[in-house]
């Protein structure tokens, strides 16, 4: 064939892209982004003094729960192949002193030990290590003290560890608390549990329905001192590079959606990172929003739902901590 019919071919059979999306099994042959049930965390609001489980008014589709509903929440999540889930426990008490000794985290233990005496290594089990719903003011430091701040964690943390949790999470933001978590843990025999970092958690909007359901709404002020600050990408690539040597086993950036670039930053960063196991916190802004959407017929829940997912997997994240993970095979 001479290059004038050769030209001529070519400009009447340009490339056709939608070869490869023209029916469903055709698009899912060449999809490249996959997200297991083993990727995505569950969370769960458990309350002392709780007699009966409620719904969340803050987030859709959520409970308060006492210790006999979580249980049942989780033997229903595993039906669905979902297995790792993160507690938030909410005490009665709220603490005003200052004294270490005060700060009690014996309904923490019950919760933690029941639920794993249960389910043993049939399910993955995170737990958050914050102060905020302990707190009077509703702040995650301590009296504006970090070293003080850091010695509660700590304590929190290896009773959490003793009492059978799988992974402390710590989600307050003080420098330095990951290494002590992780020296305390080796030096209590519990070098074999895991710590996931909250070592990219961003001073964001999108924190209040979770707020108002884990009674920690500040009375005061912001903390904007000791969570990052959403302009300085570089403070969150130190703050996870740091958790790396100082003993996390898995980082975290939270919010997810505004910021799938800090996801894809900290993955890439370096040889150190990619390997590195990275979750991200698809936080509760963000699921409300699609709920809000969705009720006022702006979209479609489920395939919104699913396509939020999928961003948070694209930009590099390997574990997505999500509010509904039990119920992502039926969004499918």
Do not use: W
Not at 81 to 93: A, G
Not at 194 to 204: A, D, E, N, P
Not at 309 to 319: F, Y
Request: charged share 25%; proline share 3%; net charge neutral.
């Amino acid at each position: 064939m001479d290059k004038k019919a050769t030209d001529i071919t070519c400009a009447k059979y340009p490339i056709n892209l939608r070869r490869v999306r023209k029916n469903k099994k055709i698009r899912d042959l060449f999809s490249s982004t996959f997200i297991p049930t083993s990727a995505l965390i569950q969370p769960y609001f458990v309350y002392e003094g709780l007699d009966h489980p409620e719904e969340l008014k803050s987030i859709a589709g959520q409970k308060k729960h006492n210790i006999k509903s979580v249980i049942k929440e989780i033997e229903f999540a595993l039906t669905k192949n979902i297995s790792s889930f993160l507690l938030f426990i909410i005490p009665e008490k709220k603490i005003i002193s200052i004294n270490v000794n005060d700060f009690n985290f014996d309904f923490d233990c019950e919760v933690i030990s029941k639920i794993k005496n249960i389910f043993k290594d049939e399910i993955i089990l995170f737990t958050d290590v914050c102060l905020c719903s302990h707190t009077a003011n509703g702040h995650c430091e301590v009296n504006a003290n970090n070293d003080l701040t850091i010695d509660i964690l700590t304590k929190k943390a290896v009773l959490h560890a003793s009492a059978g949790t799988d992974v402390v999470s710590p989600s307050d933001m003080m420098d330095g608390r990951i290494k002590s978590i992780r020296i305390a843990l080796n030096q209590n025999s519990m070098n074999d549990r895991l710590i996931m970092s909250y070592s990219s958690k961003f001073s964001s909007n999108f924190y209040g329905p979770f707020r108002a359901a884990a009674e920690s709404t500040p009375a005061f002020g912001d903390r904007k001192s000791y969570q990052l600050d959403p302009r300085n990408i570089g403070d969150a690539i130190r703050s996870s590079m740091r958790d790396i040597d100082d003993g996390a086993d898995i980082l975290m950036v939270k919010p997810a959606a505004q910021y799938l670039d800090i996801i894809y930053r900290i993955k890439n960063h370096n040889n150190k990172s990619k390997d590195f196991p990275l979750a991200a916190y698809q936080v509760s802004g963000e699921y409300q929003a699609l709920h809000l959407m969705a009720a006022a017929n702006l979209l479609k829940f489920e395939d919104a739902y699913i396509e939020s997912l999928i961003s948070i997997k694209r930009a590099g994240a390997d574990l997505i901590i999500t509010y509904g993970a039990t119920r992502y095979q039926e969004h499918l």
